[in-house]
């Protein structure tokens, strides 16, 4: 691995470049050199004591750095973010240095303790984390407010000085990986461990559920092509069906957090602890005291948030989802329209006008779509969240309510107004048919094609410049540099939740649904592979326990998918005619069926537990285990501190007694001490030498890395 | 309050008797001397360092114990129950002996610092932690085998060696307490602090459910008496009745939460950890390891346990549900052919058949009811479940639906089939006010007579034997082991489940139901009030920090009765002649409003944060200052354990230094400082003696609470 880093112009042999930073062109040098400054400087300082160094260009000047840490900073990093590690009993606990030998694969001299992608999600916390002390402002740029405490990092990247910061690909690690992943033409699973190893747990955790949910969707698609096949339409088929369904999507949406428990333990995100979330870049208010951590910073009232969420967002949302709804009237009016016109006319033209409506409307949906998340991010940042993980939930449930509502209500209306099964059937299978095919091929095929002619662009005017062609560490800068960012799974994870709607929603109607969506899923997890490794930036590694708001999602469509296909199938004319007499007593049955569903639906996710017996036992041992050593450690800290006062006390009426009787000085006996020949004096010196220097290094540990760092040969002569 | 415990006749003047333990009549002379030399015992031995003297009463011999602690083995035993107490800065931590002084209130002579239900439940603790060491069985008895880390006094009460352990009554708080809570006539808040003092969490938290409950119940008995006087029968206004109804039941259940974290956080048991649990007395199984702490003791499969409930339980369970079902069928046809026989025959004796079947039916229901009781009891413990915690949960689980259908299960039939809703009233009414009736005399005003007859002859029997009619201590020993036992809250939480049901599943039809709730609740406060302090032994505290599975309960109620009143109201001829024509409108316009409700109410959930704001930010301002600490901690132990070794090494050095100049030795060096005249040389020794008894107690902690408590002059001289 260390050779394709082998060849490149660093300043010491150690320096492995780990992330980019790209300034602005132009920014003043006076800033890049406090910036540079406060990234190398040491912890003590208020720095982040890492290592950078500029990527020096043939045109030059183009202000892209490149970080590193030495190996020690890295493992005191990976214990600041509370990195969770497996240890030499197979027990999964939280890394911290000093226990660093009881964990599996150490060595001192192993780098390959922290995975690249671990080293890069370390780095961006600590470079998140360089705070601002007593400066007001960034060094020449006055506009750029400062105050104690502020992340530097997010006020350069909200002035516009910081463009971007990325982590580097790792060429060999990406080769291994893209083989295993999608080179061979092989049946298996996906190599969810070398994924998370390369790109985090976040984003292995979106294929792991993406496999998952392929693999859970096969029962249901083998299940439903007989009723194509046959054509069955017998209503008792059909209840099975849907019974099945709804019950299975209950069942796999249960085992999914099971099965998601059983990985991330093992990943160790299960364990690891909730940092304290700091503030998020946009949030702003006054400055004031946090009741928390009892530090400066912005903030903001909650109450104010909850009035702008209330009064302002949720009136907005509905407004959007009553317009959409007007429009989706008006296509069908423009539909019948268009019907009525083909048959006074029955002209060319008036069959293809057929298209019109349809065309229209899809378009002025996918307009919909673009304004509303642009103002649904505008709203929610105007909400002013104070943290990250809740501006994602307010944002992914304004984007979710109206995506749920411009793909399913055309659908709905059909069904439950319209009462037209057969155009329902057409419209589902048009509509997730195309959706698929369109969403493959502008969310991968499209960049990746894209990506390929700008690289052959660009290495044909490498060439030109008679460059090294033989890949170079400038040349990978460059070309990651302009690859596209990749946004994190929210669009991933909404394609599945609306193919989860399509699927489960009308299940009964169309049970082919089903296999459509293996089909796609099988290819999305190529599409999406290639995604990941060819067309975007390497992201951050984004440590996760869980697919979080998404599974409430899941669940809450499969909730509402029992009540539709209960109508649906209280609908169909094979029940119908079961109940030639009293249509009241079909509605009763379908209801009550319903209800029971709903009552087994809720029954089963209290029954099932969300962590399968073995995990639940290994944490239970982990609680009990802290909870032991926290009471061993209290008494242990004050063993030790009486012993040492103990042994300060002892030592101070030695000192005294000798000094008192005038015949020995304590430089004296240093000396005596190191210059004697006698064996065990010796021992006793050198013992407390490194003594010395440990202490040293415990009183202030940054300090002493640097020492480490600078001076590999420092040894105990 | 020390007067009242001045008189007794106990070995040492600082005695202060706690907790009783009677065994039983002929219990051998070797296991009682066994046992008490256990519990006196010390903790480094195995015992549990308390103190424990016999009950001397006039016939003697009647193997009655009090146990007792001194104050330092209490404030230790806080410690290892894992106690919350306030701090000097209002903040709520988990007390520790080491860190007392930061405590509110905490001096060492104040003996108050922990109330004595607190001391109570240490006492408790420490007792049921006595643990066999390698003792095979209980000395006289071989039956009782015991096994390393079986707790001795489970065993003895399994086998009946061990008649009772009950905490004793403090007359003089009680006096007070009563005088507070029911003694006055005035409307007022109950003194729930008071409560939780001296009974303990658990139960004050259900008398502050059960006064917040009667609260919340106001609103809708206000609403609901214009519709009695009125007599509106308008569905308009029956509509928005129960919309109310449903809406607040759903916001009161919320809000309870919030309420409930405010009052725990109060009393430190929102905060409190979850200790580890032990097995439960019943559970049994084969010797093995438990893979949780890694200790010998009883090992049950779990899947045995599954098969037990799911094969066995579920199905008695179905059984008995169908068997209720199966009665109240029967009572409908007794009623029926008891009214065919009154139309045929009106006579007096027909008129009297009127009521027999009722009768019976009220007889078989009670009968039926403490059937099922015994074979939930006997099927959840059969089922071995290893913690109590979850085998409560199974009965209470057993024992609500049983109830629930016995309660309910005819209102429902005369609603739902026979469509009569006079009768639904009538019986409604019935049920409702027999029941709390019949409730309260049977549970607080009953007993309550009893014991006052049984006092009442029990005093006139000791003023014959001539003995001191002053409140001695073996009298209220004696009075207090022949009070009843309080077996938990769960009845009282039954009955106001129920009652909940009364009041929500059929509100729009019976709108006065809320009005006898709350006048129920008021006298049931009293009443129940009434019960603790006179009826029953003093029960021990149990920390907790909320209702537990009854507001789960609760929430399944308030869910069932949107279902009830949704179909009720769609019954209602009113809103029937809304749809003249089309039933089906009707239905599908009921089921729409049902399931819109049901949205709302999971919404309203949702929204409603369980935790009000302040106690958040207490949490997560715990939670981020032990992180701080945790960090802090961690390098000054290493700090600390450095210096020592380091402090280790120059004393070695020192030492050897002056052993190798043959002019003096440690002894002879120890002796000179101590005979030193010199004041430094004096000080230092002092200091020295001092560190050395404080590293005593560290490596030992219990053996020198023992030393202190034996040696209460023990100074340094």
Redesign the interface.
């Known amino acids: 691995m260390k050779e394709s880093w082998s060849s490149v112009d660093t300043l010491e042999t150690n320096f492995r470049p780990l992330v980019v930073i790209e300034l602005a062109k132009g920014t003043k040098e006076e800033t890049i050199e406090w910036f540079t400054k406060r990234i190398v400087d040491k912890k003590t300082n208020g720095g982040a004591q890492l290592l950078i160094k500029p990527l020096v260009t043939e045109n030059g000047g183009e202000n892209i750095y490149l970080v590193g840490a030495s190996h020690l900073r890295l493992l005191l990093g990976a214990e600041n973010v509370g990195l969770v590690k497996e240890c030499n009993d197979n027990s999964m606990r939280a890394f911290?240095y000093?226990s660093r030998k009881t964990f599996k694969d150490f060595a001192d001299d192993n780098q390959n303790f922290l995975t690249m992608s671990e080293c890069q999600y370390i780095i961006k916390h600590e470079l998140e984390n360089l705070r601002a002390k007593d400066e007001k402002m960034i060094p020449g740029y006055p506009q750029a407010k400062l105050y104690p405490g502020k992340s530097i990092v997010r006020r350069l990247l909200t002035n516009g000085i910081l463009v971007q910061i990325f982590p580097l690909h790792d060429r060999e690690e990406l080769k291994k990986l893209r083989h295993t992943w999608y080179g061979q033409v092989k049946i298996g699973y996906q190599p969810l461990d070398e994924i998370r190893c390369y790109f985090g747990e976040t984003i292995a955790l979106y294929f792991g559920f993406l496999e998952y949910f392929t693999f859970a969707l096969i029962p249901m698609a083998v299940i439903g092509i007989p009723y194509y096949v046959f054509a069955w339409e017998d209503y008792d088929k059909y209840v099975m069906f849907a019974t099945f369904n709804l019950l299975w999507s209950t069942v796999i949406l249960e085992v999914w957090k099971r099965i998601c428990a059983v990985m991330t333990y093992r990943w160790g995100t299960l364990l690891m602890?909730r940092q304290?979330e700091e503030p998020r870049p946009g949030f702003h208010g006054v400055l004031g005291i946090n009741?928390?951590?009892g530090r400066e910073e912005p903030v903001y009232s909650?109450i104010k948030r909850q009035l702008r969420i209330y009064l302002v967002s949720v009136p907005f949302v509905c407004l959007c989802l009553y317009f959409s709804l007007y429009v989706m009237m008006i296509y069908f009016d423009l539909e019948q329209w268009a019907l009525d016109y083909h048959e006074e006319n029955k002209s060319n033209f008036s069959s293809l006008m057929l298209y019109v409506p349809s065309i229209i409307y899809a378009v002025v949906i996918e307009i919909m779509n673009r304004i509303y998340r642009y103002a649904a991010e505008f709203l929610t940042s105007w909400e002013n969240h104070r943290l990250e993980s809740s501006y994602q939930n307010h944002l992914i449930l304004k984007v979710l309510v109206f995506n749920f509502l411009n793909c399913f209500a055309s659908l709905f209306y059909i069904a439950f107004v319209l009462f037209d099964m057969k155009l329902l059937r057409q419209s589902l299978a048009t509509l997730l048919i195309t959706s698929q095919i369109l969403n493959q091929f502008a969310e991968s095929l499209l960049p990746y094609w894209l990506q390929k002619r700008y690289m052959k662009k660009m290495k044909e005017r490498m060439h030109s410049l008679k460059m090294d062609t033989d890949l170079s560490l400038v040349e990978q800068v460059n070309s990651e540099k302009e690859m596209g960012t990749y946004f994190g799974t929210f669009d991933d994870y909404l394609e599945l939740f609306l193919q989860f709607g399509y699927v489960s929603l009308f299940s009964c109607v169309y049970p082919l649904a089903a296999v459509f969506a293996v089909l796609n899923n099988i290819t999305e997890i190529y599409s999406d592979a290639l995604k990941m490794c060819r067309v975007y930036k390497r992201p951050f590694a984004e440590p996760t326990a869980n697919i979080g708001v998404w599974q409430l999602a899941f669940e809450t469509m499969s909730v509402i998918s029992v009540?539709t296909n209960c109508i649906l199938i209280g609908m169909s004319p094979q029940v119908n005619a079961l109940f030639p007499d009293s249509?009241?007593d079909l509605?009763?049955t379908v209801?009550l069926v319903e209800?029971l569903l709903l009552a087994i639906k809720f029954v089963m996710a209290f029954v099932i537990p969300d962590k399968p017996?073995d995990i639940q036992?290994k944490l239970?041992?982990l609680e009990?285990e802290s909870?032991e050593a926290l009471k061993q450690?209290?008494?242990?800290?004050?063993?030790?501190?009486?012993?040492?006062?103990?042994?300060?006390?002892?030592?101070?009426?030695?000192?005294?007694?000798?000094y008192?009787k005038g015949n020995?000085s304590t430089r004296a006996?240093t000396y005596?001490?190191q210059s004697a020949e006698?064996g065990?004096?010796r021992l006793?010196?050198i013992?407390?030498l490194f003594?010395?220097s440990?202490?040293a290094f415990?009183?202030c540990?940054e300090g002493s890395v640097e020492m480490c760092a600078h001076h590999p040969s420092y040894t105990i002569t």
């Open positions: 911290t000093s602890k304290f009741p928390v951590t909650s009540v249509k009241m509605i009763l209801a209800h017996r036992i239970a041992k009990f909870l450690q209290e008494r242990m800290q004050l063993t030790a501190m009486h012993f040492a006062v103990l042994l300060i006390l002892y030592g101070i009426r030695n000192f005294h007694c000798l008192q020995i006996l005596q001490a006698n065990f004096l006793v010196s013992l407390q003594v010395l440990q202490l415990l009183i540990p």
